[in-house]
C-alpha cells in the first residue's frame, strides 16, 4: 500500500522543444476472487470486446519557445493523422 498514490513524469522533447507532464493514479487493491461460473451476455447488448476502456491520463504540454505556437498546431495536426 507504500506504492499508492499520484505520480508524475516531466518528458521534454528535444526535437521539438516541446515539454509534457503525465499524471498517473496508482490504487492498490486486494485481488478479486474468480468464480467458475460461465459468464452471461445480457440480451441486445453490444457483444464488440475489442472496444478498450479510454486511460485516465491528462496529458498537458507547455511550449517554451516563441516560435511555439506552429510547433503545437503541428504536434496536434499529427495527432490527428
Not at 506504492?3 to 526535437?15: E, F, P, R
Not at 474468480?34 to 498537458?60: C, F, H, N, W, Y
Amino acid at each position: 500500500a507504500t506504492d499508492q498514490g499520484t505520480y508524475s513524469c516531466h518528458l521534454h522533447h528535444h526535437y521539438c522543444g516541446l515539454h509534457e507532464r503525465r499524471e498517473f493514479r496508482v490504487k492498490v487493491e486486494l485481488p478479486l476472487i474468480q468464480t467458475t461460473e460461465m459468464v452471461k451476455a445480457l440480451p441486445g447488448r453490444d457483444k464488440d470486446s475489442t472496444k478498450a476502456e479510454s486511460p485516465e491520463v491528462i496529458t498537458v504540454i507547455l511550449p517554451d519557445q516563441k516560435h511555439s505556437i506552429l510547433l503545437l498546431l503541428g504536434y496536434v495536426l499529427s495527432s490527428l493523422l
